[in-house]
């Protein structure tokens, strides 16, 4: 016999029940979620967060400090009249040794209109200005920038007054294998009208060295402070990559990091040990509960994403999964060839031996072609005999083709049906692209032709598209009645088997010539 709860019952067993659970739940969430997650982890991550926006907002105000004490050398009458005609000695003791010993920028140096060095100074001393030909390369960016800038009317329309800045470019270089901070600055005078064709320049480097780590340490108030061509992975510092214009990191900044929220739990660590013990065991039962729970949602979820993007029958990507990664490829600024494939003569195995040869004939033409694509690849099935194939890695014709006759000659190798031995060929349409010549509608379109083009010219071969190609399919296309009236009858794949030694013979000069 059952015992039945009243509803008073039931309530009081709920309330039994979950009352506790809620309770502990509140104050599991109040003190461990409150003190570990506000407390320590966004504590922590806040103090690097500010402490390397910090840093950066003023390695960038270095930068404009560092360009605003050139300006006052570079934009003035005097370095004008001096450096043409090349006054070494005013250039010296105005342009280099009192710039240095002002602003205590290791390396200065004059550039002519054709970007050679003509003065060089270094801690303080003219030496001689060759002695920087292994860095002009590594400043070329900087000046070719500033070159550009100058040559659209920025300088001309500083000296009218038409912007609140002098035109320069900045940016992290390495010197001798040292990380620097670089301005440069044409040399002009206010008052005339700039020579734009044969600008001179000033550029000043200032480099990170330990001096620097320290000055930039006390200014942000980290400490340890320290510029390093790697990282050190060391999990109690902080790290800051110095990243220049072209997307290259110069140097990194590292720093020891600050943990507020660590200090924070170190402090309240009884009051978390007191709530965690009270709430561990009711805690651990719920999470079991909701673990399973989890682990079967997740399991269902991730499920019903793969039988999404997923083919039924072979497990390979479907038409919907390729078309995605296809836009993408397209999308990016690399190139990508596109293989379209088509089984030749598997409609007549499917109706000799039946539908389940015919599946299996699929999975196994599946898992041949799944061995032939790079890492980077991507094997999809598009329905029926239909195959697709794309392939980042392919950039040239000749790399396709290579491709495209393993393809045919993996697929033509007989395969074992339920005992029966059936043969089959493949006909490849190719289309590649470089750098967003094409969209996804557009290669797809394209590989079709080729394949059409393909299956026209014999089938069991490959063909890349030309926009020659549209004229012919249409062409071939209009004569499709007549060509299938004399098509092979449904059991000729079974009878069609090689001699010795010609396995891939039809394949090889089909390939040859597609090409």
């Known amino acids: 016999m059952g015992i039945a709860l009243s509803p008073a019952g039931g309530r009081h067993a709920a309330a039994v029940i979950v009352i506790p659970v809620i309770v502990a739940l509140l104050a599991m969430a109040a003190t461990v979620g409150g003190f570990l997650y506000w407390s320590t982890s966004n504590s922590d991550a806040r103090a690097v967060q500010r402490q390397t926006a910090l840093i950066d907002h003023t390695l960038r105000s270095y930068f404009a400090l560092q360009a605003e004490n050139q300006e006052s050398w570079a934009l003035w009458s005097d370095a ?57 390369q590594a400043l070329a960016p900087l000046l070719s920038r500033l070159r550009a800038d100058i040559a659209t009317g920025a300088l001309r329309a500083y000296l009218a007054g038409g912007r609140s800045n002098a035109p320069y470019a900045a940016d992290y270089v390495q010197i001798a294998g040292t990380p620097a901070m670089v301005t440069v600055m044409p040399i002009a005078d206010p008052s005339r009208e700039p020579d734009e064709a044969r600008q001179y320049l000033h550029v000043a480097i200032d480099f990170l060295d330990e001096d620097y780590a320290s000055y930039l340490g006390e200014a942000s108030l980290v400490e340890d402070a320290a510029f390093r061509l790697t990282t050190t992975e060391n999990p ?34 009884p009051a978390l040990a007191i709530a965690m013990a009270l709430a561990t065991v009711l805690f651990a039962l719920l999470v079991e509960r909701l673990y399973r729970y989890s682990m079967a949602l997740e399991a269902g979820r991730a499920r019903a994403e793969h039988e999404a993007n997923h083919d039924a029958l072979t497990g390979l990507p479907n038409r919907a999964c390729f078309e995605r990664r296809l836009g993408e490829a397209t999308a990016a600024d690399a190139p990508v060839a596109l293989f379209a494939l088509d089984l030749d003569r598997f409609k007549q195995v499917n109706d000799t031996l039946g539908h389940p040869a015919g599946d299996e004939l699929i999975r196994m033409v599946g898992a041949r072609l799944a061995g032939l694509i790079s890492s980077s690849g991507l094997l999809a099935r598009m329905g029926g005999d239909e195959f697709s194939i794309l392939e980042p890695a392919i950039a040239q014709s000749e790399e396709a083709f290579a491709l495209a006759a393993r393809i045919v000659e993996a697929v ?31 290669m797809a379109r394209r590989a079709d032709i080729a394949l059409y083009e393909a299956k026209g010219n014999g089938r069991n071969c490959a063909m890349i598209y030309e926009p020659g190609m549209e004229a012919a399919v249409n062409r071939r296309r ?25 396995t891939f013979g039809n394949q090889s000069a089909s390939l040859a010539k597609a090409q």
């Open 236 to 269: 109690e510092k902080a790290t800051l990559p110095l990243i220049n214009t072209g997307g290259r990191i110069i140097a990194f900044l590292e720093w020891r990091q600050d943990w507020p929220g660590r200090r924070l739990l170190a402090e309240t660590v």
């Open 412 to 442: 033509g190798k007989p395969f074992d049906l339920f005992g029966n031995e059936a043969r089959i060929g493949v006909s490849v349409g190719i289309a590649l692209s470089a750098r967003r010549q094409a969209g996804p509608a557009e």
């Open 80 to 136: 004008v009249d001096h450096t043409r005609p090349f006054d070494a000695e005013w250039v010296d003791e105005n342009l280099g040794a009192e710039f240095y010993e002002s602003f205590g920028y290791e390396q200065t140096v004059v550039l002519d209109g054709g970007d050679r060095p003509i003065y060089l100074m270094r801690n303080g001393r003219s030496v001689d200005p060759t002695l920087l030909a292994p860095d002009l």
């Open 478 to 502: 209009s004569a499709e009645p007549e060509l299938r009236e004399n098509q092979p009858g449904p059991r000729d794949v079974l009878k069609e088997l090689p001699r010795p030694g010609s």
